[in-house]
């Protein structure tokens, strides 16, 4: 078993550090805000009272943080007092260039590093279900695999530093995208006079069908189990597919890709946001949709 570090104890990290220690893993953890580090601390791991110092002669080291710089500055902090040849990987989602450039600064310091976004939200990194997309070296990946599957079902290597993210927001641009599809589609068969159930049981056999639909329906009624049967309750909260959707959109620019439906699918997002509805699920952008008949 593997003494690890991790670092980020939210709505996501605060799971994934307990499911490291239901593996047996010991586990030292930090946060910046108290209650997670309590409840961490109740889940079974220590607490150190620095990033820096919950490193310390770890093997592995996980961070688990909101954006690019939350994670350069921790990389930045930890990364002088790690064991040279020991791992560090990040499970947040975070832009292509932040992650290439955390690789690099592992690297300087002779430390093996992974990019391991993930997906499967806060239900997987509960039931340690969630799917890590990775980028990295073939033997950082290879060091990695073994404390990745206490904490999620899937694991794919997608290529070279970076390629972790990159899978991951072209992974969610499709979702956005096929969500609003999917919402429209139910929009324009309300106007005409056509049931959610006779259109589900058509499009999820049809080539319509797809993960949006037949997996997380908009509308109550076809999949009990789906965020519109509760409320729009998070899921995936609308803010988190406007970041995602905000990532793809600075790859497509800085790469030159042409995304128009990826960039049309942020706005519809970030109008949906702005109205009061970042915490909402974002299937929930069918009542955006609906709103925007006869303007
Ligand atoms: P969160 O805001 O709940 O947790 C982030 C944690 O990082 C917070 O507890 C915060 O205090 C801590 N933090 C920030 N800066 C820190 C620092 N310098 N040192 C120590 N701790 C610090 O966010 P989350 O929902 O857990 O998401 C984490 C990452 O996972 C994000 O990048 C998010 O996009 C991604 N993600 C989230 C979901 C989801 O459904 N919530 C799904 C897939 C991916």
Known sequence: ???????????????????????????????????????????????????????????VVITMLPAGKHVLGVWNEVLPHMTRGTLIIDCSTIDVESAKQAHAIAAKHGIASVDAPVSGGTGGAKGATLTFMCGGEEKAFAAAQPVLINMGKKIVHCGGAGAGQAAKICNNMILGISMIAVGEAFALAEKLGLSHQALFDVASTSSGQCWSLTTYCPVPGP?????????????????????????????????????????????LYQAFDAAGNGGVDFSGIIQHVRSLAGK
């Open 1 to 59: 078993m593997a003494h690890i570090a991790f670092i980020g104890l939210g709505n996501m990290g605060g799971p994934m550090a307990a499911n490291l220690v239901k593996a047996g893993h010991r586990v030292t953890a930090f946060d910046l805000v108290a209650a997670s580090r309590d409840q961490t601390r109740s889940d079974g791991a220590a607490i150190a009272e620095t990033s820096a110092s919950a490193v310390k002669g770890t093997d």
């Open 223 to 267: 999949v009990p189990t789906s965020p519109a049967n509760n409320g729009y309750k998070p899921g995936f909260a609308s803010n988190l597919m406007v970041k995602d959707l905000t990532l793809a959109q600075d790859a497509a620019k800085a790469t030159g890709a042409a995304t128009p439906l990826g960039k049309h699918a942020q706005e």
